[in-house]
């Protein structure tokens, strides 16, 4: 072993973060959750500097980020001191107001993914109606304004189906599946009471959920990570396989272009998983979609997986292309 060794000739460690050197691209990260942590470390690879705004010091990223601004998603005075000097603005997950967004947007901030994509995964509807326009497969839905709204579509399309609330639920939150009509009319009567709008869909017979994870650049490049197999436990997904056994060419590569189709037509920057079922007849229909410039749930394989990382692929720097299993041109 060589070097100084004596530590009292040794340097202490700064006590605040060095200024980052002026041609360091910098990242602001709204939140500081730990897929924020994941790109922190592939930031660090690419030579860019991710800023995170946290709740508290000790949030995941905030603990090995040398940039934090503590703060509120929320709070758009906190959205503001984030954004300053930075070269794009992002986030770790999709609860950041999009009015907010739009401020930002309008004083000049590179927003990625932007707003009007976003709006898409953070309420349900919303979603269901964008996805029925760009003609993908989806399960038959209603809006949810009072009880009989359930009732008739139980009637027209069958029991049991399932009641969720078009915004703020995640991981089995916010999701109700029932095969009873007097049950179904105490839970839409309860949340509609609380304040929280709902949409009923029917339940799709599936053998399985598939997510098909993709990345944008700013210039229209796409790319796409094999389709994967996700295993839900107790509303949650626990298990991902990848890539999907025993799942055909045509319905990967129909999975897959769905993806590129749906980033594309939002403008997305950055990465997305579009999530599935596969039907016990071997069609597909769409779920949801979560768009970040980090890791959805479904693709945090690719962090340390694959040859490529998600977080390289959808980096906003472009000076070098490193890219996943498919890259494709979206229209």
């Given amino acids: ?31 500081g959750g730990q897929l924020a942590r994941m790109t922190h470390q592939a930031a660090v690879a690419l030579g860019q500097t991710l800023r995170v705004l946290s709740g508290t010091a000790d949030e995941p990223a905030a603990q090995v980020s040398p940039d934090v601004v503590l703060g509120s998603h929320t709070d758009l005075d906190a959205l503001r001191r984030a954004a300053v000097g930075s070269n794009a603005l992002t986030f770790d997950h999709e609860h950041v107001p999009t009015e907010h967004l739009e401020v930002l947007v309008a004083e000049g901030v590179n927003v990625q993914p932007p707003p009007h994509a976003l709006i898409f995964a953070q309420d349900k509807l919303l979603m269901r109606r964008k996805l029925a326009e760009l003609g993908a497969p989806v399960p038959a839905y209603a809006e949810v304004t009072w009880a009989e709204d359930v009732v008739r579509f139980g009637a027209e399309h069958g029991w049991p189906l ?6 703020g639920g995640y991981d089995g939150r916010g999701v109700w599946i029932t095969d009873d009509q007097d049950e ?46 996700t295993v839900q436990r107790n509303g949650q997904c626990a298990v991902v396989i990848a890539p999907a056994p025993e799942l055909s060419s045509a319905v990967a590569e129909e999975a897959e272009q769905l993806a590129l189709r749906i980033a594309s037509e939002l403008g997305v920057v950055g990465s997305m998983a579009v999530e599935l079922f596969e039907t016990t007849d071997g069609t597909l229909s769409s779920t949801s979609w979560r768009c ?38 979206s229209p």
């Fill in 292 to 329: 970040a410039r980090t890791i959805p749930v479904t693709g945090r394989w690719t962090a340390p997986a694959p040859l490529s990382s998600n977080n390289i692929c959808a980096r906003f720097s472009t000076t070098r292309s490193e890219t996943p299993r498919r890259s494709l041109l």
């Fill in 162 to 167: 399932v009641i969720k609330a078009t915004r």
């Fill in 184 to 229: 179904a009319e105490a839970i839409v009567t309860e949340q509609l009471n609380k304040g929280v709008p709902l949409i009923v869909e029917e339940m799709v017979s599936m053998r399985r959920e598939l997510s098909a994870m993709v990345a944008r650049s700013p210039f229209g490049q796409g790319a796409t990570w094999p389709v994967v197999e």
């Fill in 1 to 31: 072993m060589t070097g100084n060794n004596d530590p009292a000739q040794i340097p202490a460690r700064p006590t605040t973060p060095r200024p980052a050197k002026a041609s360091m691209p910098v990242v602001t990260m709204i939140g």
